[in-house]
C-alpha cells in the first residue's frame, strides 16, 4: 500500500516542506509540500533529488568496537566506561561532545543535557560554530538575546533587499525563489547583493557591490555615518529604545569616506547609490549568511549591520530588519536547546548564575557546567594537545570540514577514545573510531527541526531503522544510564519535546524569549501530528506568531537595544608569500561533505569536480589555462584543482568549493589549506578569507 508522509528537508536552512511517497514496490519519491509555510510547495536542486540519496549503500548497520562487529550492550558499556574513566582521571573537561546542526533537536537536547547537566562540563559544540555562530555573538551584544527577528514574508514585503555575504540562488534556493517571484510581481522592490564574487544571486540584483575580503565592516559603518549625516535616523527610536548610540557614532565618524572607499574597494558612485536606496527606503530587510559570520570580523560584521537597522528604527515591523540565515537544516533548533559551547538551553546564559541553577533545577543534576566550554576551533586543539581524552563526534565529518583539517585528523587519530555516531561506514572521520555507533538517517529519523525563521517542523519516518541503527538520542541516552545518572528514560522523541517545551517555559525561561510552553504536554499522538509552529508559542497564547521587538523592548535588562562601536579590521591577509585571497563555500548541487549528494548522479552532473575559480589576468599571471590542474597551498596544506578561468571573481582571489574529499577526488579537501582563524568573540572560523599562493600542477 502506498504511504504518504509529510516531514522536512535534510539540507539547509530554508527547512522545506516535504511530502514523500513511498509505493507498493518500496521506492520512493517526494515533492514539497504545497501547506508548508516555508516554500509552499517548492523544492530545488537538492530537496527534488533526495529519493536519490537515501539507499543503504555504504551503512554502518551495527555497532563495531575496533572495527569488528559488536552488540549494542558492548559499544554502549565501553563508551560509558571510557568516559566515566577519562572523568574520574582528569575531570569532566576532559571529555568533549563534537556535535552537527544535522541532528534533531531532540538529539541536540539531550547531548546538552548530558554534557552540561550530568557530565558538568560546557564542551559540547557544534558544526554550526562554523555556520552562525557570529550572528548568535552579534544577536546577544545588541538585543541581550540570540533572537533572530526576521520572518521569510519580511524579505518578500520589503523594498529593498540587501543581501550580504550569502549567494542564496545556491545556498538558500527556495527563498532566493520566493524573492525573485516577490520581486517579479513588484519590480520596484529592489536586490542590493554585497558578495566579492558575481554570483548567480546577482541575477536579481540591482546592484552588486564587489566587495573586498572583510570590507563589510567599514561598509556598514560608512552607511551608518552616512544615516546620520543625511539625518534620516529615527531620533526618537534611538532615545527610548537604545543605548550605545554616541560610542558607535564617534567610532564610524572616525572613518572617512576615503578610508571607507578604500577597505571596501568600491567606486564611489556604486557606495553612494547603495547608501542612498538604504536611506530614502523604509523597507529594508538585510539578510547575511557565511560571507559576513565567515570571518574574523564577523561578530563586528553584524553589529554593523544591525546598527544601521536601529538607527532607522527599521526593525520589529514587517518588511523590515535585520536577518540572518542559518546554514544547516537544524542550526537553529541547536541554538534553542544550548547545543553550542557556550549557551545553555532554552536560549538561557551559561554566564548568569541564575540561569544555571534554573537549568539545573530543572534537570534536578547533580551539577552544571559552570562556565562555557570549547569552542569548535580550540575543541580540537585540545584534542591535539591530550587535554580531551574521550571524543563523541555526532553527524558530522570534520576531517573534512574543520580548518586545518589534516591538523584536526592528526589530533582524532592520536585521541586516547573516540565514538562516531554516523549512517555510513567509511567517511574521513568514522576511519578514525574506536567505536563506530549506527545512526538513523533521513527518512528514519523523528524528530524537529527549526529553521531560519524559527519554525519548527517535523522531520518524520516513512521507513523502519536499517539493521541495527537507532537514534541519536537513544544512544546518548542509553550512555547517560550506563554512567549512572537518572532523568534520560525517555521513551520516544515526543516526551523529550515535551521536556524541551517544558524547560522553555520553566520559571519564564529567565525572561527570555524562546518559549514553546505551549507544547510542554504534547503526547506521542499530537507530536505526530504536529503542524509547522514558529517561536515564540507560550502556553495559553493564540496559536499567531509575536513579532519580535515590536514594542520596541528588547532584552538586556534596561529592555534597550544596544549600539556596537567598532572598529574596521585591516581585511587584507595577503603577502608577498601568500598573494592571493581564498574564499570558500557551497556549490548549488552538494551538500557539506558529499556524503549523501554524492550519491546522486543527478546532483553530481552539475558540477562533476572541484575547481578553483580564478579571474583571468590571476590565471595568465600564475600560468593556468582554462580546465588545467591549478596547485592551491597555504601554511597548512594543499591542494589541487581544475581552474575555471571566469571574470565573475575578483582580481587576486580564488574561490573553491568545500565539499569536495578524498573519498571523491585526491588532494581536493579544501579545510586543509584554510588557516584556524577565527572571531574572537564568536570562535567562528574565517574560511573567506584565508591567504594562500597558486600555480599550475607539474606532476613531479
Ligand atoms: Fe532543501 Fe534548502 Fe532546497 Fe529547501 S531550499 S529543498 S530546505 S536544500
Not at 315 to 321: D, E
Not at 541 to 569: C, M, N, Q, S, W
Amino acid at each position: 500500500m502506498e504511504t504518504e508522509v509529510k516531514t522536512t528537508c535534510p539540507y539547509c536552512g530554508v527547512g522545506c516542506g516535504v511530502i514523500a511517497k513511498v509505493g507498493d514496490d518500496g521506492r520512493v519519491s517526494v515533492k514539497g509540500d504545497p501547506d508548508h509555510p516555508s516554500n509552499f510547495g517548492r523544492l530545488c536542486s537538492k530537496g527534488s533529488a533526495l529519493a536519490e540519496t537515501i539507499d543503504l549503500d555504504g551503512r554502518v548497520l551495527h555497532p563495531e568496537i575496533a572495527g569488528q562487529m559488536a552488540s549494542w550492550d558492548e559499544a554502549l558499556d565501553l563508551v560509558a566506561e571510557k568516559f566515566a574513566d577519562a572523568i574520574e582521571k582528569y575531570g569532566p573537561d576532559a571529555v568533549a561532545f563534537y556535535v552537527s546542526g544535522q541532528l534533531l533537536t531532540e538529539d541536540y537536547y539531550v547531548a546538552n543535557k548530558l554534557m552540561k547537566g550530568f557530565i558538568g562540563s560546557g564542551n559540547i559544540d557544534t558544526n554550526s560554530r562554523l555556520c552562525m555562530s557570529s550572528s548568535v555573538a552579534g544577536h546577544r551584544r545588541a538585543f541581550g538575546s540570540d533572537t533572530v527577528p526576521g520572518t521569510y514574508e519580511d524579505l518578500e514585503l520589503a523594498d529593498l533587499v540587501v543581501l550580504a555575504g550569502a549567494n542564496l540562488a545556491w545556498c538558500h534556493p527556495v527563498l532566493y525563489q520566493r524573492i525573485a517571484a516577490a520581486k517579479a510581481a513588484r519590480p520596484g522592490m529592489k536586490i542590493v547583493v554585497i558578495d566579492p564574487r558575481r554570483t548567480m544571486t546577482c541575477d536579481i540584483a540591482d546592484l552588486h557591490l564587489a566587495i573586498r575580503p572583510d570590507g563589510d565592516v567599514a561598509l556598514f559603518m560608512g552607511l551608518f555615518e552616512h544615516l546620520i549625516a543625511s539625518n534620516t535616523i529615527d531620533q526618537n527610536y534611538i532615545a527610548e529604545h537604545t543605548g550605545g548610540f554616541a560610542e558607535a557614532f564617534a567610532a564610524a565618524s572616525a572613518l572617512s569616506f576615503n578610508q571607507v572607499l578604500e577597505l571596501t574597494g568600491l567606486p564611489a558612485m556604486q557606495l553612494r547609490e547603495f547608501y542612498r536606496l538604504f536611506a530614502t527606503t523604509e523597507k529594508v530587510v538585510t539578510c547575511y549568511s557565511q560571507g559576513v559570520n565567515q570571518s574574523s570580523s564577523g561578530t563586528d560584521k553584524v553589529n554593523a549591520i544591525i546598527n544601521c537597522h536601529l538607527a532607522t528604527g527599521r526593525i520589529g515591523r514587517s518588511g523590515m530588519g535585520p536577518f540572518s540565515l542559518t546554514g544547516q537544516p537544524n542550526a537553529m533548533g541547536g541554538r534553542e536547546v544550548g547545543g553550542l559551547a557556550n549557551m545553555l538551553a532554552a536560549h538561557m546564559a551559561i554566564e548568569s548564575a541564575g540561569d544555571r541553577d534554573r537549568v539545573q533545577r530543572f534537570w534536578q543534576s547533580p551539577r552544571i557546567a559552570a562556565e562555557p566550554g570549547l569552542k569548535a576551533v580550540d575543541m580540537f586543539r585540545a584534542v591535539a594537545d591530550g587535554r580531551i581524552k574521550a571524543l563523541w563526534i555526532m553527524a558530522t565529518n570534520p576531517v573534512v570540514s574543520m580548518p586545518d583539517a589534516d591538523a584536526v585528523e592528526a589530533a582524532i587519530k592520536a585521541c586516547p577514545f573516540v565514538v562516531v555516531s554516523d549512517v555510513l561506514r567509511e567517511t574521513d572521520t568514522t576511519r578514525h573510531a574506536h567505536v563506530l555507533l549506527p545512526s538513523l538517517g533521513w527518512g528514519e529519523k523523528d524528530g524537529t527541526v527549526t529553521n531560519s525563521e524559527r519554525r519548527i517542523s517535523r522531520q518524520r519516518p516513512f521507513f523502519d531503522a536499517p539493521g541495527r541503527a537507532r537514534a541519536d538520542w537513544w544512544q546518548m541516552a542509553e550512555v547517560a544510564k550506563r554512567m549512572g545518572f537518572p532523568g534520560f528514560d525517555y521513551l520516544s522523541p515526543a516526551d523529550i519535546f515535551a521536556e524541551h517545551a517544558a524547560l522553555s517555559a520553566f520559571e519564564n525561561g529567565g525572561n527570555r524569549d524562546f518559549d514553546i510552553g505551549a507544547y510542554e504536554t504534547t503526547a506521542t499522538a499530537e507530536y505526530g501530528a504536529l503542524q509547522p509552529f514558529q517561536w515564540p508559542q507560550p502556553a495559553g497564547a493564540t496559536p499567531k506568531l509575536t513579532r519580535f521587538f515590536a514594542d520596541g523592548g528588547f532584552y538586556h535588562p534596561d529592555r534597550k537595544a544596544r549600539f556596537v562601536a567598532i572598529e574596521p579590521p585591516a581585511g587584507n591577509r595577503t603577502d608577498s608569500r601568500f598573494p592571493l585571497t581564498l574564499n570558500t563555500g557551497r556549490i548549488r548541487d552538494h551538500w557539506h561533505t558529499m556524503t549523501r549528494t554524492g550519491k546522486s548522479p543527478r546532483l553530481s552532473g552539475h558540477i562533476a569536480e572541484p575547481f578553483a575559480e580564478i579571474h583571468p589576468r590571476d590565471a595568465i599571471e600564475i600560468g593556468v589555462a582554462e580546465a588545467s590542474l591549478v596547485e592551491i597551498e597555504s601554511p597548512h596544506g594543499k591542494v589541487i584543482v581544475r581552474a575555471l578561468v571566469t571574470e565573475r571573481q575578483a582580481r587576486g582571489s580564488l574561490f573553491v568549493p568545500m565539499h569536495w574529499n578524498d573519498q571523491f577526488a585526491a588532494a581536493a579537501r579544501i579545510d586543509a589549506v584554510v588557516a584556524p582563524v577565527t572571531d574572537p568573540l564568536s570562535g567562528q572560523p574565517a574560511s573567506k578569507n584565508v591567504a594562500v599562493r597558486a600555480g599550475r600542477f607539474r606532476a613531479s
